[in-house]
């Protein structure tokens, strides 16, 4: 079984900074890609931004400059930096791994991120 949990949302002013981090456990023993999505009340979950294996990064063009996404040392874990937020970054951004090719995509629960004044 594979799980994942998300912390580090919560609520921070326009402009601000939050890190959120995505704990991957259980019977897991490779990684094809990691990311992180997000959704906003009343609308569909987007890509945030992924990472693969080998280190290629994808990024939604709404946070690009401003998300950086990385993957620990331990590569059970990954991270999104978040900078410059703004009201719009409102959502619940959920974690997810495809372990390969072929595999299904795991999702965590989610985590809280509100932008405002």
């Known amino acids: 079984q594979v799980q994942l949990v998300e912390s580090g949302g919560g609520l921070v002013q326009p402009g601000g900074s939050l890190r959120l981090s995505c704990a991957v456990s259980g019977s897991i023993f490779s990684f094809y890609d990691m990311g992180w999505y997000r959704q906003a009340p009343g609308k569909q979950r987007e890509l945030v931004a992924t990472?693969?294996?080998?280190?290629?990064?994808n990024y939604a063009d709404s946070v690009q400059g401003r998300f950086t996404i990385s993957r620990g040392n331990a590569k059970n874990t990954v991270y999104l930096q978040m900078n410059s937020l703004n009201p719009e970054d409102t959502a619940v951004y959920y974690c997810?791994?495809?372990?390969?090719?072929?595999?299904?995509?795991?999702w965590g629960q989610g985590t809280q991120v509100t932008v405002s004044s």
């Open positions: 990472i693969t294996s080998g280190g290629t990064i």
């Open positions: 997810n791994v495809k372990p390969t090719t072929i595999s299904p995509r795991y």
